[in-house]
């Protein structure tokens, strides 16, 4: 079974460009999460799709940063624009969800973003 | 509010020791999931153990153990004989309701040969 991919692994922009992620999930996994991580911390959530629906986007800075699923599969992450503290590492995770309760994330590698 | 505490930072030990990862939680639900992840330097998250609050048993897996306690609302993880590829950070995770999860800051663990 494919595992999550994610691209591009790195990327180096400018303060103030803009900058998008792609995620692609397990197949069959209907929930999808995109988190932060900045180094030294742990995972923070920006947003979390149910299918193509939202369920959570409250630590998403709406002002700058947009995410979407369409058809509940694939998912995109933009910054828009970028300042030097989106500097950090942004995961695609993806869960099963068949049984009601909170299911085991399984993660992607990872995008590196770097903000000069 | 949830909330994950692993208060060590960083540990180092020598090789074949044993170390003990420690993880506090805070939660108002009654139901809850608890996780670990390791993460090795290549940065990819792995699953290693998933616990419900309703099954405070004890695990263990190979060289790997879980202590849940809700009493005390720990729940920490046990490497014996430690080994150079366990070198990694370590995070304990919560999930409550509606499935989002709260990581906490992580545990580097240094495993010296």
């Known amino acids: 079974e494919a595992g999550v991919a994610q691209s591009p692994r790195y990327k180096i922009i400018e303060k103030r460009q803009s900058v998008a992620f792609w995620c692609n999930p397990i197949s069959g996994h209907a929930t999808l999460y995109w988190y932060q991580q900045i180094l030294g911390q742990g995972p923070k959530l920006l947003i979390q799709?149910?299918?193509?629906?939202?369920?959570?986007d409250s630590q998403l800075p709406k002002d700058r940063f947009s995410a979407e699923r369409l058809k509940g599969v694939d998912s995109t992450l933009k910054i828009q624009p970028a300042k030097l503290e989106d500097s950090a590492v942004y995961l695609c995770?993806?869960?099963?969800?068949?049984?009601?309760?909170?299911?085991?994330?399984?993660f992607g590698p990872g995008t590196r973003l770097t903000v000069l | 509010a949830q909330k994950v505490t692993q208060a060590q930072t960083e540990i180092s030990v020598v090789e074949k020791e044993d170390v003990t990862l420690d993880c506090v939680y805070e939660?108002?639900?009654?139901?809850?999931?608890l996780f670990w992840y390791k993460q090795p330097p290549s940065g990819e998250l792995v699953f290693l153990i998933r616990?419900?609050?309703?099954?405070?048993q004890n695990e263990i897996s190979g060289r790997y153990s879980w202590n849940f306690q809700k009493s005390t609302s720990s729940f920490n993880f046990t490497i014996t004989a430690s080994q150079v590829v366990d070198s990694a950070v370590y995070f304990c995770?919560?999930?409550?309701?509606?499935?989002?999860?709260?990581f906490g800051t992580g545990t580097k663990l240094q495993v010296i040969p």
């Open positions: 799709f149910q299918n193509n629906g939202v369920v959570d």
């Open positions: 939660t108002r639900d009654t139901t809850y999931y």
């Open positions: 995770a919560l999930s409550g309701g509606y499935q989002k999860v709260t």
């Open positions: 995770a993806s869960s099963q969800d068949q049984s009601g309760g909170p299911d085991t994330q399984y």
């Open positions: 616990r419900n609050s309703f099954d405070e």
